[in-house]
């Protein structure tokens, strides 16, 4: 079974889904991919080298170039790691964007965003056209931290690119750069220009490359808790499992699969300290952390599905209303709600932490029966999750595997990078790497 998000939403909401959530991780990073993206589209929009949807997949590239940073920097050495410390954010963003985004064919692009020109000029392995694209989002970069950080003017922006071309930037790149003209701060440019907006909005995404974009919201959440992202992933296999055992029909067990997917996304706000603490929280810590909820409906602005959005924000809720955020009771609370719940507090209870191992499946069938007789959980999906929790967990863990084995991956790949010497010894690795299946990513 794929998750499949089938329900309709437009490109303007899926970027604004994008940036309201990488926002609670730092807004410069997103507001700096937003100048970016504009840029690169200003650069391109009148060339005619790419299709329509291809500058709408650059563009989108453009706007996630810096995504490693989230893992990989301190976000307040902006300057220093677009100027210094290339490879670090370069490469793990080119990484991500490989094995958890729709725009895997882009992700030289973002490998390429910090190599000089006269290396990448004479390196026949690479593509020209992912070098033309690394030097657009290097030089559009460039023109955003000069103008944008260091308050630049255009002329003294376009001075300095001009200065280093032939050796950090492309000559060919550089005369592109120098046909554009700002006016303004990039910032007011870029909403004044209603142009820009409606290209980005004017070319429908696929219903598979939207799943695509919301399954790349849960990988981004490993930048703050790796635990989250796994406990994710069992929840939504735990809701598949659970949907079948009730002879759910596919479109229902969809609209539960999507919820499950998209149920912790507001834990990207929570201080990592409190999302990986070691022990029982604090009343004042649980507070916090009850917060993700809230944060998940603003991350959602009103763009997803009701059924879905429902399903997503009321898995913490009990039938007695002594649940949270908004205290609901059984009369409130559909069949779809109340199983994503349940695979929620089973997902929980079977997940290992750094501080203690998974419960024995006996113990989480009498935690599950004792939940029930207190009537804060479903009586009848707790019935069937226990007499078939053994191969729930079971299926669970095999679907799950994949998942895990791509994450030690890419963080071995990412580790044995940086201990090579020299940039072309670290290009080549980074050309030698297999492209995972994607089938492998998700049940």
Not at 2 to 7: R, S
Not at 131 to 141: P, S, V, W
Request: aromatic share 10%; with cysteine; net charge negative.
């Amino acid at each position: 079974m794929q998750v499949q998000y089938t329900k309709a939403i437009n490109n303007e909401s899926i970027l604004d889904i994008i940036r309201r959530f990488c926002n609670y991780i730092d807004p410069r990073l997103t507001e700096h991919g937003s100048h970016v993206s504009y840029i690169v589209f200003r650069m391109l929009k009148d060339s005619g080298k790419f299709s329509k949807e291809e500058l709408r997949n650059i563009c989108f590239v453009a706007q996630l170039h810096d995504v490693g940073a989230y893992k990989t920097e301190e976000i307040s050495r902006m300057i220093q790691f677009e100027t210094k410390d290339v490879w670090d954010h370069s490469f793990y963003g080119y990484l991500f964007i490989r094995y958890f985004s729709p725009l895997k064919d882009l992700a030289y692009a973002v490998l390429l965003h910090h190599i000089n020109w006269d290396f990448l000029e004479n390196e026949s392995s690479l593509d020209p056209v992912m070098k033309d694209l690394g030097q657009l989002i290097h030089i559009a970069d460039r023109i955003d931290v000069l103008m944008s950080l260091q308050k630049c003017t255009w002329e003294e922006t376009l001075s300095f690119l001009k200065k280093d071309q032939g050796t950090v930037y492309a000559p060919h790149i550089v005369e592109q750069a120098g046909k554009l003209s700002f006016k303004n701060s990039i910032e007011e440019e870029c909403k004044m220009d209603s142009q820009f907006n409606d290209f980005l909005t004017g070319i429908p995404l696929s219903g598979e490359d939207i799943t695509d974009y919301l399954k790349m919201l849960v990988f981004i959440i490993d930048f703050r808790s790796h635990h989250t992202v796994t406990h994710t992933i069992t929840t939504t296999s735990i809701s598949y499992e659970l949907g079948k055992l009730l002879s759910y029909p596919d479109e229902r067990l969809n609209v539960i699969l999507c919820g499950a997917l998209l149920h912790d996304l507001g834990k990207i706000a929570v201080p990592v300290e409190i999302l990986e603490y070691p022990g029982k929280l604090s009343r004042q810590a649980m507070n916090i952390m009850r917060t993700h909820v809230d944060y998940t409906e603003e991350i959602f602005g009103g763009s997803i599905d009701e059924a879905v959005a429902r399903i997503a924000l009321r898995h913490h809720e009990k039938l007695n209303g002594s649940g949270y955020p908004k205290g609901l009771s059984a009369k409130d609370l559909s069949k779809e709600e109340r199983l994503v719940a349940i695979a929620d507090i089973i997902s929980a209870l079977t997940g290992t932490r750094s501080y203690k191992d998974t419960y024995p499946t006996e113990k989480i069938k009498t935690l599950l029966e004792g939940m029930k007789n207190d009537q804060l959980v479903d009586p009848d999906i707790v019935s069937i999750a226990v007499m078939h929790l053994d191969c729930i967990l079971d299926t669970t863990d095999v679907r799950c595997r994949p998942i895990l084995h791509i994450y030690e991956k890419l963080n071995k790949e990412y580790q044995y990078l940086l201990e090579l010497p020299s940039d072309e010894e670290k290009l080549r690795f980074s050309l030698s790497i297999k492209q995972p299946e994607k089938a492998s990513l998700w049940p």
